[in-house]
């Protein structure tokens, strides 16, 4: 069983930045699963916001490029999520996701981090 836990959210003002980290736990070759990082901001849908590859391949919504980068460590099993530049409309609960061979469908994620960008 795939577990996920998120760290790393809280209260940021407009410009500032932040890192998320989701640690992946379980039994499984974590190198066979394409983790990412999406998010839920009240009464919209769960969005992406980036994913990448065992060996490094990124993919990254248009409103977040130049200013999120995702990274993981394959020997440690995390994710990280470099977010800088923050603005109002990042305020959303953040979810890591773990796609075994990148198929959402039968991904498993985390319980979410709070990221709320506001003066």
């Known amino acids: 069983q795939v577990q996920l836990g998120e760290s790393g959210g809280g209260l940021v003002q407009p410009g500032g930045s932040l890192t998320l980290s989701c640690a992946a736990s379980?039994?499984?070759?974590?190198?066979?699963?394409?983790m990412g990082w999406y998010r839920q901001a009240p009464g919209n849908q769960r969005e992406l916001v980036a994913t990448?590859?065992?060996?490094?391949?990124?993919n990254y919504a248009d409103a977040v490029k130049g200013r999120f980068t995702i990274s993981r460590d394959n020997a440690k099993n995390m994710v990280n999520l470099q977010m800088i530049s923050l603005k109002p409309e990042d305020t959303a609960v953040y979810y890591c996701n773990a796609a075994p061979g990148g198929l959402v469908g039968l991904s498993s994620w985390g319980q979410g981090t709070q990221v709320t960008v506001s003066s």
């Open positions: 990448i590859t065992s060996d490094g391949n990124t």
């Open positions: 379980g039994r499984t070759n974590w190198k066979m699963f394409t």
